[in-house]
């Protein structure tokens, strides 16, 4: 899906691209890029999302201790 940002009538270019930015990064196309920048094998893919998996329930069971 493509990205559109549309410019505010007294909005400056520095304020325009951070917001871009912004919108990127909160999408994860970055992510995405990078990701795909180089091959990966299945079973390091699979490797990969098993650790994001683990470090998320790390996350979430240290955030509901700190409750």
Avoid at 12 to 37: P, S, V, W
């Amino acid at each position: 899906m493509p990205l559109k940002v549309v410019r505010g009538p007294s909005e400056d270019m520095e304020k325009l691209l951070r917001r871009f930015k912004r919108i990127c990064n909160r999408e994860g196309i970055l992510r995405d890029l990078k990701q795909h920048a180089f091959f990966e094998k299945p079973c390091d893919r699979r490797r990969r999302k098993m650790r994001e998996r683990v470090r998320n329930i790390r996350r979430a069971k240290r955030r509901a201790l700190m409750r």
